[in-house]
């Protein structure tokens, strides 16, 4: 069974400074990943995923990921927080051939002003 | 533009009634899925539909029914709604594409307070 471990439910950084949340994953078979954003009191959106291909994906606001398969991790950085970008962020994970998704438990970014 | 809707947004409701929480799509996908979040247990799974008349039960299924009898709208019901089931729940709807998943787009949720 597949799974996603998020590393800190909670990340405090300053306005500017480097934005970096894990993700780890454990699937038997070649993932599909993903990372969605969620502002306080909306859906999730997507931010960016990683199919196959390029391993660098880049995505929405300033965002990427890359996929390192040899330490099975997916993690989202950007280079500069900017105050709008706090909120929860989720990975996910997928096997090749379903259309489930299963979830890490959320990263809540704060920004620092 | 396609969108996703749920109704209601919010809901406060007794133990032991029954309540439907309605999602819709217009993206035409034959996909739909059924989520639940709380605090520490991110997203779960509910249940999902991969097409008209097919349901299928996910991760955290017990008390929970669906049924598919369009495209457009996959409803949940709680048969008899418990404290337990106080959440937030998310519709997300997808495309059936070759070779797997493809990107689930949300709703805006409905927070349910069961008292």
């Known amino acids: 069974a597949q799974s996603v471990t998020q590393l800190g439910s909670h990340v405090s950084v300053s306005e500017g400074a480097l934005v970096l949340l894990r993700c780890n994953y454990s699937?038997?078979?070649?993932?599909?990943l993903f990372w969605y954003v969620q502002y306080p009191n909306q859906g999730l959106q997507l931010l960016l995923k990683?199919?196959?291909?390029?391993?660098l994906v880049k995505g929405i606001n300033g965002f990427e990921a890359e996929f390192k398969k040899s330490e099975t991790s997916f993690h989202l950085t950007k280079p500069s927080a900017h105050m709008s970008d706090a909120a929860e962020y989720f990975c996910?994970?997928?096997?090749?051939?379903?259309?489930?998704?299963?979830f890490g438990k959320g990263t809540k970014l704060s920004v620092i002003p | 533009d396609a969108e996703i809707t749920q109704s209601p947004r919010h809901k406060i409701t007794e133990t032991g009634r029954q309540v439907t929480l309605a999602c819709h799509q217009t993206?035409?996908?034959?996909?739909m899925f059924w989520y639940r979040q709380d605090l520490g247990h991110g997203l779960r799974l509910i249940h999902y539909s991969y097409g008209v008349q097919d349901t299928n039960k996910g991760e955290v299924s017990d008390g929970y029914s669906v049924s598919r009898s369009n495209t457009e709208d996959l409803p949940l019901t709680l048969e008899s709604a418990a404290s337990s089931q106080t959440s937030v729940y998310f519709c997300?709807?997808?495309?059936?594409?070759?070779?797997?998943?493809?990107?689930?787009?949300f709703g805006p949720g409905t927070r349910l307070t069961v008292l």
């Open positions: 993206w035409n996908h034959n996909n």
């Open positions: 699937s038997s078979v070649p993932p599909y």
């Open positions: 997300a709807s997808s495309e059936s594409r070759a070779g797997g998943t493809d990107t689930q787009y």
């Open positions: 990683y199919t196959t291909g390029a391993t």
């Open positions: 996910a994970v997928s096997e090749a051939g379903s259309y489930q998704l299963t």
